[in-house]
């Protein structure tokens, strides 16, 4: 079966200091990845998509960057944090083929002070 | 553009009563999916169901069921006999084939089951 998992669960960091949030994917081989936001009680926010090693699509413009090194990893960056950085950011999977649904990771919480 | 509308900010109901959530989409495209996410508390989004729009029949997942409207573009959830865990924010998003299934959120609906 496939799992996803995200690392770390929390984070408090200052503005202006640089963030690495992981993803990676289990089971699975050559999977869609996606990274999003969600503000407390809003919805959900699509930022970086990816279909394959070092293929990043963004949705939005902003201080955050995503890369794909592996099949199966997926890295959010900033190289310095602002305030309205802060948020809930959820990493998701599809299959590449055939599926269409979209499975979450147990997301990250971040909190930019 | 695509658009999905969750009318109903906040509901609450008792326990084991039924519930139905409200949803509606906009879209041109005629091959498409809709899904309810369940985020609870913990905040992990979870998968509850599941409707292609090719199938006319509605999709039921347990307790769950959708009224799935294609010609209204309505795609409601019902919950059936509903349970404190229930509670959590319900999302209705919405893909379309040639999107790089890339989902279109609604802004979701909070669920409170009271005891």
């Known amino acids: 079966s496939q799992t996803i998992h995200q690392w770390p669960a929390t984070l408090v960091q200052p503005v202006g200091s640089p963030l690495s949030l992981e993803c990676t994917v289990e089971?699975?081989?050559?999977?869609?990845l996606y990274w999003y936001r969600q503000a407390a009680g809003r919805g959900l926010q699509l930022l970086f998509y990816?279909?394959?090693?070092?293929?990043i699509s963004s949705e939005v413009p902003q201080n955050l960057s995503a890369s794909r090194p592996q099949d199966r990893q997926f890295i959010l960056s900033s190289k310095k944090l602002l305030l309205s950085d802060s948020g809930f950011y959820l990493c998701?999977?599809?299959?590449?083929?055939?599926?269409?649904?979209?499975?979450f990771g147990p997301g990250t919480r971040l909190l930019v002070l | 553009a695509q658009t999905v509308t969750q009318s109903q900010p906040e509901m609450s109901v008792q326990e084991a009563e039924t519930v139905t959530l409200s949803c509606t989409y906009d879209?041109?495209?005629?091959?498409?999916?809709l899904f309810w996410y369940k985020q609870p508390p913990s905040r992990q989004m979870i998968l509850v169901i599941r409707?292609?729009?090719?199938k006319q029949q509605n999709a039921t997942e347990n307790r769950f069921s959708v009224n799935f409207q294609k010609a209204a573009k309505s795609f409601s959830l019902k919950i059936s006999d509903s349970q404190l865990g229930d509670t959590a924010m319900y999302f209705c998003?919405?893909?379309?084939?040639?999107?790089?299934?890339?989902?279109?959120w609604g802004a979701g609906t909070k669920l409170i089951i009271k005891p």
């Open positions: 998003a919405f893909i379309h084939m040639d999107s790089n299934y890339q989902l279109i």
């Open positions: 879209t041109s495209e005629n091959n498409y999916y």
């Open positions: 409707q292609e729009a090719y």
């Open positions: 089971g699975t081989s050559n999977p869609n």
């Open positions: 990816s279909v394959g090693i070092g293929q």
């Open positions: 998701a999977w599809t299959r590449g083929q055939g599926t269409e649904t979209q499975y």
